[in-house]
Structures are given as structure tokens and as C-alpha cells.
């Protein structure tokens, strides 16, 4: 990722298409050739300058306004160039064709947020807020991206960073002194450091867990037998006509998607063919994909038809599941749909575990299922000092917060100073992991090549 840092780069920083301006951005070590190249005339720094943009043989490319950053004043810590022109594609090209020309070098994916990570200009945590607030489909998502941009989310983990080394200071020194009478190691005003550390990152992680769903939305798969009511759930949760209803069973025989907001919950419903026994090929290939989903699935509604199950369990009318996901963690909701036919009362039923009753075609009672799936995802339902998160960054407070618990059962159970030691090292190089502090190539890789170029 680094082995170009030096080249100038150059991008159209806007998106692709027609409109009624067009940026070209370059960054690097020094521009004035490229100021001398396309405008004829040096031009001061962080002002707006109307300049004509000329090609190699002096010939107007376009006209409009120059903005000159020098470094290390500038967004990437380099010395940065704009030309904003008019949107057309092809005077836009023009424009990074003659860059080119003068040396720069397309940039890649994400490159000038890599070089401002890697000048210090901000940490990994801020950098990918930016993508965020780019992908934001809702104000919600993009105001917490701005508070992860600003620095928020980093700020508490660099709290939970230096709580961490102070620990580590106490804990090594111990280790470093074991002649001393007094054993440092089980007062329990260590043990007292330890609890709050780890309550801290609850904290964290909790709130980060909301920012992933504010970003992300919930993966909300919907299964069942053929003819259950999946797609009449699908239609009526979208609020439109987004899947074939007939009362032929096996209407579905692909995937199908929809984004929806539901009292600020971001959803990614996902419906699939009904799961049975088939030897019609195309059926058994939507059958197969349906499983596919319900792996991949953050929760699955198991929708059945009312009028011929009652109030059964999950164990009892899905099987299968259990047959191939024994450990599962994923949550799983039994749906009883056609209460309109059946008579059952809407709701949560009674005696039955994670189990609602409603009508698709009559669209009762989703009040209580859509709250039972803000509850079980954890959503509050507010975004109000939220920050945007990615699953990586859960993956790493989640791994802090093992190695501690598991180090503060070692120091209890066997007086392990020194695998605490270690597990609180392992702990710290986690979270460092999410601001940057800690990171490798291929992981930064990763994440830049996800952005857009330009950017």
C-alpha cells in the first residue's frame, strides 16, 4: 500500500455523469508544475483563483476555479490542487488526461484518504467514517459517520487504551518485584481496575453495536414453507407490490431483496422459496438458496401458516434448522401468519417461546414483532451520540474484552500474573487495531479499496 506514496496522484473527485460541476483533485509532494502546466500562472494558496485550463499546446480545456492547499495544510497533509470545471465526463477526463501528461498518476480506490491516514492527518477509525458518511442511506447513519469523522469513537478508545496501560504498568511491575511481601497482584484494587475496564468496553461495544446497525441495517431473512405467507410479509413490510402473491405454492423461486427503515431500524429483508422436497430443478435451486441466507441471516423470521399451526415451536415445525446449525447464535422468531382465516388474537402468543401472531394480507400485528425485533437486535431507536462502526471494529472489542475476562479468571483461579500480562498486551494491540495504531498493509489495503476514487 505504501511503495507509491511519493507519486503525485490525480482523480475526478465527483461522481461520474452529467452535472453542473466537476472537481479534479491531485495531491502530492509539490504542484507547481502542474499549476505552471494547466493554469500559466501561479496562483495563492486557499483562495478561490477563475483561471482558464489549458492543454499541452496552450488551447482552452475548460474554465473555472483553482484551489491550491499547500502542504501540510490540506486534507491529505500533501500539497493538494483542485479544478472545478464543468461536469461533463469528457472534459473531466481531459483535465486527469493532462495531469497525467505533466506526470501525475491515477489514483487508486481510497488513496487520498489513505495518504491523510498516513500523514496524521486523522486515525483508520476517522478515515472509514468518511466512506460511511459517503454510504449513509439515512441521517441517522450519516450523523453518527460525522461523529466517528470528528473523532468521537476514537476518543473513547483511546480511553480504554491508556486504562488499559495503566493496568499493565501495575500488573508488569508486580511481576517485575515478586520479592516484595506484599502480593500487588491480588488487591483487590486491581480487581476493581479490572471490572470497570471490562464494563468500559461493554460500554463501548454496545454503542458500537448500534453505529453497525445504523450503517449496516439488520439482515432480516424470511423462511418458511411454501404458501406460508413470506412474500405477502415481504410486500406488506416494504409497502409495496416487490414480490409475486398467488395462492400457487412455490410462487418464489429466487432471492429476493428489499432495503426498508422501520421506526429507524435499517432492514435488509431478504425473502426466499419455500423450504421442501422438490425434484423441480429451478424450485431446488431457489431452495438451496434460500439455505444460503438463512446462514448469512443477522435474524430469521420462520413464517407459518396459522391455519394449520397453531402455536407450535420452532423445534417442532423447523427441524431442519436445527438439524444443520445445532450451535446457531443467529436469532430466530416463529411468525404466525393468516390469523384473518384462523381467529388466533395478534400478538406475542402466549406460552410460546419468541413466537407473534399477525396478518400479512391485514397488516396486524407488526407493532409487536417489529418491537420484539428492535429488542432482540438491540436497537434504541435514537442516534443521539451514536458513532458509525464497522464489523471489524466489533470484532476487536469483542476479542479485548475476552482476553480480559479470560486473564481476570487466570489471575483469580491461578495467580497468572503473567497471563494476564499477556492477555491484556494481546487486548491493547486489538484496540489499537481500530484506530490504526496497530495495522497491516493488507488490512489497510482492504479497507481503502473500498472507497470511491477521488476520495
Same mark, same amino acid.
Given at each position: 500500500m505504501l511503495q507509491n506514496d511519493k507519486d503525485t496522484i490525480v482523480a475526478i473527485a465527483t461522481a461520474t455523469g452529467r452535472g453542473g460541476v466537476g472537481v479534479v483533485r491531485l495531491s502530492g509532494k509539490d504542484l507547481h508544475v502542474y499549476i505552471q502546466g494547466m493554469i500559466g500562472r501561479e496562483i495563492l494558496p486557499r483562495q478561490a483563483s477563475y483561471c482558464r485550463f489549458l492543454d499541452a499546446a496552450g488551447e482552452i480545456i475548460d474554465q473555472g476555479v483553482a484551489l491550491y492547499f499547500p502542504a501540510p495544510h490540506s486534507f491529505t497533509g500533501e500539497s493538494v490542487l483542485e479544478f472545478q470545471g464543468h461536469g461533463g465526463m469528457v472534459i473531466l477526463d481531459a483535465l486527469v488526461q493532462r495531469c497525467v501528461c505533466l506526470g501525475a498518476r491515477v489514483a487508486r480506490p481510497g488513496?487520498?484518504?489513505?495518504?491523510?491516514?498516513?500523514?496524521?492527518k486523522m486515525d483508520l477509525a476517522q478515515a472509514e467514517a468518511i466512506a460511511d458518511l459517503i454510504d449513509a442511506?439515512?441521517?441517522?447513519?450519516?450523523?453518527?459517520?460525522?461523529?466517528?469523522?470528528q473523532g468521537d469513537f476514537s476518543k473513547l478508545?483511546?480511553?480504554?487504551?491508556?486504562?488499559?496501560?495503566q493496568i499493565r504498568i501495575y500488573v508488569e511491575a508486580a511481576i517485575d518485584f515478586p520479592e516484595e511481601e506484599i502480593d500487588f497482584l491480588q488487591d483487590e484494587k486491581l480487581f476493581s481496575a479490572l471490572?470497570?475496564? $471490562? %464494563? #468500559?468496553?461493554?460500554?463501548v461495544l454496545q454503542k458500537a453495536q448500534q453505529g453497525s446497525l445504523l450503517k449496516d441495517g439488520l439482515t432480516l431473512v424470511l423462511a418458511g414453507r411454501p404458501n406460508a405467507g413470506k412474500s405477502s410479509l415481504l410486500n406488506s413490510l416494504a409497502g409495496n407490490e416487490t414480490a409475486?402473491?398467488?395462492?400457487?405454492?412455490?410462487?418464489?423461486r429466487d432471492v429476493l431483496r428489499e432495503k426498508i427503515m422501520l421506526n429507524g431500524l435499517p432492514l435488509n429483508i431478504v425473502d426466499t422459496a419455500g423450504l421442501r422436497d422438490t425434484n423441480n430443478e429451478i424450485e431446488a435451486e431457489g431452495v438451496r438458496r434460500a439455505w444460503r441466507e438463512i446462514e448469512a441471516a443477522d435474524q430469521i423470521?420462520?413464517?407459518?401458516?396459522? $391455519? %394449520? #399451526?397453531h402455536a407450535p415451536s420452532l423445534q417442532s415445525v423447523w427441524p431442519e434448522f436445527f438439524?444443520?446449525?445445532p450451535n446457531s447464535k443467529q436469532q430466530l422468531t416463529l411468525v404466525l401468519n393468516k390469523i384473518d382465516i384462523?381467529?388466533?388474537?395478534?400478538?406475542a402468543v402466549p406460552g410460546v417461546q419468541t413466537a407473534f401472531a399477525i396478518s400479512a394480507k391485514e397488516q396486524t400485528g407488526f407493532q409487536s414483532l417489529v418491537e420484539h425485533l428492535q429488542k432482540s437486535a438491540g436497537f434504541l431507536g435514537h442516534s443521539e451520540g451514536l458513532f458509525s462502526a464497522r464489523r471489524r471494529h466489533l470484532v476487536s472489542l469483542e476479542n479485548a474484552l475476552d482476553l480480559i475476562v479470560i486473564g481476570i479468571a487466570q489471575l483469580r483461579n491461578a495467580g497468572a500474573g503473567e497471563l494476564l500480562a499477556e492477555d491484556l498486551r494481546q487486548a491493547q494491540k486489538e484496540l489499537s487495531e481500530i484506530t490504526g495504531q496497530f495495522t497491516s498493509d493488507d488490512l489497510l489495503g482492504r479497507i481503502f479499496s473500498s472507497f470511491c476514487i477521488g476520495k
Open positions: 488513496e487520498f484518504s489513505e495518504r491523510a491516514f498516513i500523514n496524521d442511506s439515512s441521517i441517522e447513519a450519516a450523523k453518527s459517520a460525522v461523529r466517528s469523522m478508545i483511546n480511553q480504554l487504551v491508556e486504562e488499559m496501560i471490572d470497570k475496564l $471490562t %464494563q #468500559d468496553i461493554t460500554i409475486i402473491v398467488t395462492p400457487v405454492a412455490g410462487t418464489t423470521l420462520f413464517i407459518v401458516d396459522s $391455519t %394449520q #399451526d438439524d444443520r446449525y384462523s381467529g388466533l388474537t395478534a400478538g
